[in-house]
């Protein structure tokens, strides 16, 4: 099975900071790869996927970019709704597997 | 509007069996296949498995493969995941999620809860 670990595991910052999360697969999925948000109680919510393509309806603030074994996604200038974990997938191959998740907080 | 719809809360006893529901409305359901994902207590989201409803086809993570079957009325939209042979380790929520491409998710049902207590 792919791994897929993310860092950090978890992350304080300031409203309108810039924050990067990284996800490192343990081999190449050739930008199979995309990003959920889950606020606490709440199902997952699809933000990325191809690694850097936007989901209809997020926030321009949100970013991803990567290849090979590493990618990242970045929020730009944080806002109180992004308080939540964020999680990246791998589709390239089966299982599909996520990584451990990233808690963000507010500083 | 796409939405996910499953059932409520069950406790199962260790060695016995749960089963899952979650309606879709919104969408052609036997256009979209549907997937199933894990999350224990505090912990991380595992791939369960797909089903195609229009052909009723699945595929399972191996972990999964005794574990989880996955089934789907088109008559109803309605797709389920039956749990057998509970253990502590099935405790978790576990969502339904729509497929958008191969492997994205776009769209998730609320979560159902499954304890195992004896």
């Known amino acids: 099975d792919i791994q897929m670990t993310q860092s950090p595991a978890s992350l304080s910052a300031s409203l309108g900071e810039t924050v990067t999360i990284e996800c490192r697969a343990s081999e190449d999925i050739y930008n199979g790869l995309a990003w959920y948000q889950q606020k606490p109680g709440k199902s997952p919510q699809l933000l990325i996927y191809?690694?850097?393509s936007l989901h209809t309806g997020v926030p321009s603030r949100f970013s991803g970019s990567g290849s090979g074994t590493q990618y990242s996604l970045k929020i730009n200038s944080l806002q109180s709704e992004d308080v939540a974990s964020y999680f990246c997938?791998?589709?390239?191959?089966?299982?599909?597997?996520f990584g451990g998740g990233t808690k963000l907080e507010l500083k | 509007e796409v939405q996910l719809q499953q059932s409520g809360p069950e406790v199962g006893r260790p060695g016995s069996s749960v089963k899952i529901s979650c309606k879709a409305s919104?969408?052609?359901?036997?256009?979209?296949?549907m997937n199933w994902v894990k999350q224990s207590p505090g912990q991380g989201l595992e791939w369960i498995g797909w089903?195609?409803?229009?052909?009723?086809?699945?595929?399972?993570a191996e972990k999964f493969k005794k574990k989880a079957t996955l089934t789907a009325d088109t008559s109803s939209s309605t797709a389920y995941i039956q749990l057998s042979s509970l253990t502590s380790e099935d405790t978790a929520t576990y969502f339904c999620a729509r497929h958008f491409g191969v492997g994205v998710m776009d769209a998730w049902g609320q979560g159902a809860s499954v304890t195992v207590s004896s």
């Open positions: 997938q791998q589709y390239y191959d089966y299982p599909w597997t």
């Open positions: 191809n690694a850097n």
């Open positions: 089903i195609d409803p229009e052909y009723g086809s699945t595929d399972y």
């Open positions: 919104g969408y052609t359901f036997t256009d979209y296949v």
